[in-house]
């Protein structure tokens, strides 16, 4: 008997209302800053963003995550700078797939597909709420180290928060990799639609 796989596929419009879904769930909207989003809203950011990591002019990169066949969550890549070599991941998995270690393995998926596409790109980086101790485990597991703190810096459920920053430079993902045991979410093409 095989695993079920774990893989990262393009988001395509039509994965707008189980993103959507995702969002709203109570452990995302207790632990993420997400603003409030329209359906349509969500639809250009999916629309306007490409899993092609070729593009030349593209800055705005998603996948779903897909397990054993059924979309689980998702991961972004967002606000690529060429010149800088730098860009800010987010993900997000659903909360009946938490502690299963599917978002360490999508995210590190995510972070491998960048560093071996992209030869310019020499930081990555990510923000977490102070308490999402799971995403902050998940960017310590991946070699990220906390570089700061964003005191009072948004809003959830009308309560000022502190935010993290995570950064991982290329030199310390290649050394960190090599020591990764897990397999990471594999990059796919277009999802079964």
Do not use: C
């Amino acid at each position: 008997m095989t695993s079920p796989e774990l893989r990262l596929v393009p988001a395509l419009p039509e994965h707008v209302d189980m993103w959507r879904a995702l969002r709203e769930e109570p452990v995302s909207r207790r632990l993420v800053p997400l603003e409030p989003s329209s359906r349509e809203s969500l639809l250009e950011r999916l629309q306007a963003a490409t899993h092609d990591l070729g593009h030349p002019t593209a800055t705005s990169f998603r996948w779903m995550v897909e397990w054993d066949g059924r979309l689980v969550g998702t991961v972004s890549a967002r606000e690529l700078s060429r010149f800088h070599g730098r860009v800010e991941i987010g993900y997000m998995l659903s909360s009946g797939f938490h502690g299963q270690g599917l978002g360490t393995r999508a995210v590190a998926g995510v972070v491998a597909g960048l560093f071996d596409a992209w030869p310019f790109l020499h930081r990555v980086w990510l923000t977490t709420a102070e308490d999402n101790l799971a995403s902050q485990a998940l960017a310590r597991k991946l070699g990220f180290t906390q570089e700061g703190l964003m005191r009072g810096h948004f809003l959830i459920e009308g309560r000022r928060k502190d935010q993290q920053v995570w950064g991982l430079l290329r030199p310390e993902w290649e050394a960190r990799r090599a020591h990764l045991t897990f397999p990471f979410a594999r990059m796919h093409g277009p999802a079964p639609r």
